[in-house]
């Protein structure tokens, strides 16, 4: 039998009896009645985040300026920051920080993992990881002692039968950024260990998003970016977590004084930090920090399986909306269906996709393009509603049935 036509009722019914509905009032909401499916790439703005920052400017810096270190708790932020998302990614709250951005997490935790390894050469990644990511491995044999290979896999199967022995590292992205794949991660995790091998994994499309249990998983490292899911605010912090297991067995890649273990004895010898501490390196980026600590005020709140829960239910009515409104209209859902094999994103392969995409920001739904023909919508599950999701593929039906996409002011397509 074939399963009944979801409705926007439906959808209300759904936002009514919503447990995280309360949520949406703490974002800003934008001007226009535009619907932000880009939380993949910037997740929205929380609702505090102006009358904060005004009074870090009047109060703090204008007023204070250097008593701020004292009056305010700077210092304490990016441990603060890290403690609110820990339940997020399933971790301890003293073993995530917030510091740097992703790319400079990703080599000192590299580069750690390397040194603290049991055994082996080779770093195993695949090829579809997030260019930085592979950049920053590209780099490493100039920068390792002991010969570094770094092995790019073609496929997912390729990466598992290439687990040996002679494995040091393997790093992966939990979720593909491009087809919203999601790794098995325990599963990884374990045949990393049996092989003698350490995980570093990229969380920048699951956390805030989908379950992520890095103690559970028995995961060694993890970075993120902060300004997606997390909301963290344009160029954030990324954060760093660190296994306790592994969190005292070597010096940090850069000894900074932040994460010396004593900051303030400004002693001449360098004494690591206790933990994944020792990774922060040198002063706070206290402006983007006051920014982010906004949205951990609110991660603090939330129940991580609550989040997941509708973030799998919005996952699942968008696909079911995007099948049941326009597969004959030539849309096909290209990220998996099955919950346990996608991220953060639901995506869509269309011959026009790019056009499309620019069509559905005029009709003020923002998502995203990826070549060659993927159209991505990143779900944020504390500030969308479910009638959202409706109005979305409403529009999207409307320019796919006019056809106003293949209009030629779209042709030009941003990135
Ligand atoms: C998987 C992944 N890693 C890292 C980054 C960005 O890293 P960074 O914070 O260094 O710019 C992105 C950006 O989109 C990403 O998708």
């Given at each position: 039998m074939a399963s009944p036509q979801i409705t926007r009722d439906d959808c209300l019914q759904m936002d009514a009896s919503d447990p995280l509905a309360a949520f949406r009032q703490r974002f800003q909401t934008p001007k226009a009645d535009t619907i932000f499916l880009d939380a993949n790439s910037m997740g929205a703005m929380p609702a505090t985040v102006p009358a904060h920052m005004q009074s870090f400017f009047d109060e703090a810096?204008?007023?204070?300026?250097?008593?701020?270190?004292?009056?305010?708790?700077?210092?304490e932020r990016p441990f603060q920051i890290?403690?609110?998302?820990?339940?997020?990614?399933?971790?301890?709250?003293?073993?995530?920080?917030?510091?740097d951005n992703t790319t400079v997490n990703l080599y000192k935790l590299l580069t750690y993992a390397w040194r603290v390894r049991l055994n082996g050469r080779v770093i195993l990644t695949e090829d579809t990881n997030f260019p930085t990511d592979l950049y920053v491995a590209q780099g490493l044999p100039g920068a390792l002692d002991g010969d570094p290979v770094i092995t790019v896999c073609e496929s997912r199967q390729q990466l598992i039968d290439s687990i040996s022995?002679?494995?040091?590292?393997?790093y992966l992205s939990h979720v593909d950024y491009r087809s919203g794949e999601r790794w098995d991660m325990a599963d990884i995790n374990r045949r990393?260990?049996?092989?003698?091998?350490?995980?570093?994994?990229?969380?920048?499309?699951?956390?805030?998003?989908?379950?992520?249990?890095?103690?559970?998983?028995?995961?060694?490292?993890?970075?993120?970016?902060?300004?997606?899911?997390?909301s963290g605010g344009p160029g954030g912090a990324a954060y760093c977590w660190v296994h306790p297991d592994h969190g005292d067995k070597a010096w940090p890649t850069i000894c900074g004084?932040?994460?010396?273990?004593?900051?303030?004895?400004?002693?001449t010898e360098y004494t690591?930090?206790?933990?994944?501490w020792r990774h922060a390196t040198g002063t706070p980026?206290?402006?983007?920090?006051?920014?982010?600590?906004?949205?951990?005020?609110?991660?603090?709140?939330?129940?991580?399986?609550?989040l997941w829960s509708k973030h799998r239910a919005l996952g699942n009515l968008m696909i079911n909306l995007l099948e049941q409104e326009c597969s004959d209209l030539g849309v096909s859902v290209n990220t998996p269906k099955e919950y346990d094999l996608r991220g953060g994103h639901i995506g869509f392969s269309h011959e026009g996709a790019g056009p499309l995409c620019e069509a559905l920001l005029a009709a003020g739904v923002v998502g995203s393009f990826r070549k060659p023909d993927a159209l991505r919508f990143g779900l944020g599950a504390l500030y969308l509603s479910y009638t959202d999701i409706w109005t979305t593929v409403?529009?999207?039906?409307?320019?796919?049935?006019s056809e106003s996409w293949r209009d030629p002011k779209f042709q030009k397509v941003s990135v």
């Open positions: 810096w204008v007023e204070l300026r250097r008593q701020g270190w004292n009056h305010f708790e700077w210092m890290g403690a609110a998302i820990s339940h997020l990614i399933g971790a301890e709250p003293d073993d995530v920080i917030a510091c022995p002679d494995t040091a590292v393997i990393a260990h049996e092989a003698g091998a350490l995980t570093v994994w990229d969380l920048s499309h699951s956390a805030g998003a989908i379950p992520v249990d890095l103690m559970t998983s028995q995961a060694d490292f993890a970075v993120g970016c902060g300004y997606k899911y997390l004084w932040m994460g010396h273990g004593d900051v303030f004895a400004f002693a690591p930090h206790k933990g994944t980026a206290v402006i983007a920090n006051e920014v982010f600590s906004c949205a951990a005020d609110i991660w603090r709140e939330v129940d991580a399986s609550t409403e529009r999207l039906k409307e320019i796919l049935q």
